[in-house]
């Protein structure tokens, strides 16, 4: 195996699922977009991975090309994907996991209404990544992204409260 297919077969498997987890927040849950769109986030790693100038993080780089990804995606096709097309398995023996389920369909129902830079950032911080990162990948001072954070958050909660009234 050549150097640069070794470098790269371990830039995917430390990210991938982080990048998927993260292109679910831009899609509104759907797995098989979600999936998709990550593919094409590692198609633009694989060709620009020689040329990465260690100018920032690797992960971040990849955040970067991601967040990019997906709203390039979003625009291009004005997908919205309403509730009605998530898949729930089976029929749930675990309640738990049920309301869980549930939660999380909630939460990405109030992350899909928020605006471009806003998603980015609450997927970001979602993710576990540090706010100065963050302000990193989305040109934003750290002041101005934990202020940011501190107002998305306080908006999902009541989204998510008020869909449950």
Excluded at 89 to 109: H, I, M, V
Excluded at 119 to 126: C, G, H, R
Aim: aromatic share 8%; glycine share 4%; proline share 3%.
């Amino acid at each position: 195996m050549s150097k640069a297919k070794h470098q790269f077969e371990e830039v995917y498997q430390a990210n991938y699922p982080k990048v998927v987890r993260m292109c679910m927040g831009y899609v509104n849950g759907d797995e098989d977009l979600a999936k998709d769109l990550a593919q094409e986030v590692f198609i633009k790693v694989w060709e620009h991975l020689p040329k990465f100038r260690n100018e920032s993080s690797l992960s971040t780089w990849i955040y970067r090309i991601t967040v990019n990804t997906c709203l390039i995606q979003l625009r291009i096709k004005k997908r919205t994907v309403s509730m009605e097309q998530f898949d729930v398995p089976g029929e749930e023996t675990d309640e738990r996991q049920a309301s869980r389920e549930n939660q999380l369909k909630q939460l990405y129902a109030c992350i899909a209404k928020l605006p471009e830079e806003s998603k980015s950032i609450v997927l970001l911080e979602l993710e576990g990544l540090p706010q100065k990162e963050i302000a990193l990948i989305t040109g934003r001072s750290y002041e101005a992204v934990r202020v940011r954070l501190h107002r998305i958050k306080n908006s999902l909660t009541q989204c998510v409260q008020d869909d449950n009234i």
